[in-house]
C-alpha cells in the first residue's frame, strides 16, 4: 500500500518535509498540497508599510506593524513562522503552521490566492482553480440508469409561479427550464426510465403544528391540489407541470411518483419505484439545489444508489439569508458521485 500523507492522512504522499513539532526537527511524509504550503512558506511576503488602523468604534488609533506569515496568520495569532531554509536538507516548517493552513479537523488545505479570489468574485460558481477534494465520476450504463426530475412544476420555475420572486434570478441565471428540456429530450432518446418526484399539499396538510422555515413558506398555497384522489383545478395552477415539460411527463411511459411532503423523498415511492426496476444509476436535476434536490441526493446516496447531479438543470433562492444554489453547490461537490454540466450529461446519455 502507498504511504498516505501524514499532514491531511487523505492524499497519498510524494515527498518528504522537514518539520519542527515539539523543539525537534523531523521529517514527514507529504502529499503535493502540503508540499505547497510549505513551498510558500519558505518565502514569507515583504512586510506592509506601517500604517494606523482603527482597531474599534471605542479605541483611538493606534500605530501599528504587522507582518502576515505566509499563510495569512497575523502577528497576533500565536502562528508566527521564521525561515530555516539550507541549502543541503529540506526546508523546515512548523508543523503547527502546516495544521494552521489546513484546518486540522477537516484535514484539507485553505490556500488563498489573488487570482482565485477575482475568479469568485468573477462567477462565485467556477469551480476552484486548484481543488483538493477528489472528483469522482460515473460511466453510465443505460440499463439501469432513469433520469430523476424533482418538482418540475410551474410554482417553482414559471414566473407565474409562488415562489418566482425567491428563484426567478437563479433559474433565468442557470437556464434552468431549457436545460431541463435537453435532458428530458436526451433521456427519451437514450429509452431510460424517466422519474418524476413531485411536490403536492392538500388541504389537510395545511394542519401540521410546526415546521421549517421552507415548510412554512410552502404553507402559503405552493403546490396546492384540492384532493389527492381529484384533478379538479389542476390544469395550470401552480402545481401543474411546466408546459414545455407536459410532452415528456405525460407521455404515458414516464413515472410519476407519490408526492415528497417536505424536502426528502422518503415519504413517497421514488426509491421503490427505481429498485423494482433494477435501476441503481441516477441522474439527478430540478427543483430545488439546496432544498429538494440535495435530500433526494442524500438519500438516495444512503440507500446505496450512484448519483451524478446536473449542475445547471436546478437552481435555488436567493434571499437575504443567503445563496441557496451556492450552498448547494458546495455540499455536491463533496457527496456527488458526479458533478456535471447539461452538456455533459446529454453526452454521457448520448453515447453510453
Known sequence: MSAICEICQ??????????????????????????????????????????????SKDLPMTETTSTPSPIGHGSHCGRNYEPQATQSAPTPISRRVVLGALGASAGVAGIATESVADTAAANPYADPEKPVLPRPTMTLDLGRTALVIIDPQ???????????????????????????????KAAKAASISVVISPHFYFPYDSEWKYGGAGEIVMHHGWFARKDPLSVEGFKDSGADWMPE????????????????????????????????????????????????????????QESGFEVAVVRDATAGGKLPEGDGYLAALVNYRWLANALWTTEEAVRRLTVS
Open 10 to 55: 487523505f492524499h497519498p504522499a510524494t515527498q518528504r518535509v522537514a518539520v519542527i513539532a515539539d523543539g525537534h526537527k523531523r521529517e514527514v511524509l507529504v502529499c503535493d498540497v502540503h508540499r505547497r504550503v510549505a513551498e510558500r512558506a519558505t518565502t514569507p511576503p515583504t512586510p506592509p508599510p506601517v500604517s494606523k488602523q482603527l482597531v
Open 154 to 184: 410551474v410554482d417553482f420555475l414559471s414566473p407565474k409561479g409562488k415562489a418566482w420572486s425567491a428563484f426567478g434570478e437563479s433559474i433565468t441565471e442557470h437556464n434552468t427550464v431549457a436545460n431541463l428540456i435537453r435532458l428530458f
Open 245 to 300: 415539460f407536459k410532452p415528456f411527463i405525460e407521455d404515458g411511459k414516464t413515472i410519476v411518483c407519490s408526492p415528497h411532503k417536505v424536502f426528502g423523498p422518503q415519504p413517497n415511492d421514488l426509491v421503490l419505484q427505481l429498485r423494482k426496476r433494477r435501476i441503481d444509476q441516477i441522474v439527478l436535476a430540478g427543483m430545488s439545489a439546496n432544498l429538494c434536490v440535495e435530500s433526494h441526493l442524500r438519500h438516495l
